[in-house]
């Protein structure tokens, strides 16, 4: 073969080798998958659409439990380091405070209603205490300016824990925390297209749509938003060529559950019964 078709040849198999190395992730399914196979996920708990029963509340947690479902639940850290549940970084939403979550200790939070409900922010150990691993949990860790904190604290909190739990996170340096420190943990990197965050620059989000910070976190699985893993080519290409475990989020009521189930290998859910 003459050499200036040589040269172009290996530029291009440089280049699909590099890009194969970024949404690299686990070559093949892992045997620590299996518990959490035959679940489907309640979205922050088993909540009512009017928050009747507030989501990541303990009476959310409680009702999964009761109807074998798996729970999705959100963690963060409250002023004074207590690792909580809770999905937003303000308050504004749930408690009627426009505060940032992370601006309270957990004396203080605790005495903030969630929504109209006599229901308060629980702390991350309450919930495991609860669920007591009768069904798995899918716990997101919520990314901010204390990841390390919240990754060692949650981790910390997860060793005392018997149950079927996996770790999740938008940001894949949360993903890689637990590749480093806790390897025998389950771990999957969330994303979705990023259209409701308008401030984040055009070559993160593409990075980050696209999955190429898998190279970093080597995850088990992918929770992708399920109406938009078909515009995400990388989705295919690691669900095909690496065998990962697919998760949709959110299916809600009207969705066709048939074909997301077609598409992915676990859903997460809200405001229906799957």
Known sequence: MPLWLLIPLAVLILAAGLYLSLIASRPARDWRLAPFL?????????YTKDQ??????LAAFGRAVEHGYGAELDVQLSADGQVVVFHDSILKRMCGLDKPINALTYSELKG??????GERIPLF???LELVGGKVP???ELKAGGRNSELCRKTWEILQGYEGPYCVESFDPRI??????????????QLADQYKNVPSMPSFLRFLLKNLCGNFLAKPHFIAYRHQEARQCLNFKLCKKWFHLLTVAWTVRDGDD???????FDLIIFEHFLP
């Not at 035959?38 to 088993?46: E, I, K, N, Q, T």
């Not at 009747?52 to 509340?57: D, G, I, L, R």
């Not at 559950?257 to 598409?263: A, F, G, L, P």
């Open 38 to 46: 035959s679940f489907d996920y309640a979205h922050r708990g088993l």
């Open 52 to 57: 009747t029963v507030p989501e990541n509340s």
């Open 112 to 117: 903030l209603p969630l929504g109209q409900s």
């Open 125 to 127: 150990t309450e919930v």
């Open 137 to 139: 949990l899918i716990i």
């Open 175 to 188: 993903v890689r925390w637990f590749k480093k420190n806790a390897k025998k943990v389950v771990r999957g």
């Open 257 to 263: 559950v048939d074909e997301v189930r077609n598409q």
